[in-house]
């Protein structure tokens, strides 16, 4: 029953995302462009079409202050979340905090529902990998040898599922309250096409087989209430890396107290990845 309270959470997530991106949007600018935040940060909306898609995709790049060829994170976010939906003066301040080591983010669109994997739909894995990185690549200047990927809850199964299908590309990968799960029956509705495609995806099972996620370390965490806990302790015993578990359930509040730990591990992974 673990997806029907998933389900329930992600409209609490849509509510606080959609009112933050309101009140940054209203200080700092419009829709689309770019324009710094009050800790000069340069923010890039952009619309990218998609030739395996065959749609436009709504892309989120940020640039932080300072210049230099900076190491690039590829992020992506939630079930239901836009590309835009973790932006808030608290991102924006601990990416501030790291100077010179901050990396390059780029918030990818995974749809409503891709879970960031090809399937019936269109290639959305293949999408992130061939189009949406190089493109961010291009546009925000990073440092192609340097990309570390992660996300959350689908976002988190995404940058897991992507970095064990190309693990040499990865510096680092990290899956925040990522959603797993064991079954195909355990899935929720739209999660997967079918029991075919989930064993295709399936992550805990590539790891029991020897799998490398990425060149570099994993990062794993959640709440100690949230419902991925333990299928995310799983697949951290098999990577032989730790669970970070801390207070929370499976929501924006516990993302958020979490931003600046997140960032600081992207930016060390990235500064030592060679």
Partial sequence: MRWIVFGGLVLVLLG???????AIENGLGGAHGSYSDARGARVVRYTLHS??????LHEVGI?????????????MLGRGTPSDGLLSDRLFADLAALGARAPAIVFVDGGDHSYYHDRKDGPWGAYVLREAIPDAMRRLRADPNRVAIGGISMGGFGALDLARLEPARFCAV????A????SAGETPPGAFDDAAD???NDVIAAARGGA???????????????????????LAALLHTTMHVSPGGHDRSYWNARLAEYLRFYADALAACR
């Fill in 212 to 234: 490398r996620f990425g060149r570099g370390p994993v990062w794993l965490d959640g709440g100690d209430r949230d419902p991925f806990r333990s299928t995310d302790t799983e």
């Fill in 16 to 22: 606080g995302a959609y009112a933050g991106v309101r």
């Fill in 51 to 56: 030739g395996r898609l065959g749609r436009d």
């Fill in 179 to 182: 959603a797993l799960w064991d």
């Fill in 198 to 200: 989930f064993a295709r």
């Fill in 63 to 75: 640039v932080p202050a300072g210049g230099g060829r900076r190491g690039l994170l590829v992020f």
């Fill in 174 to 177: 990290g899956g925040h309250s």
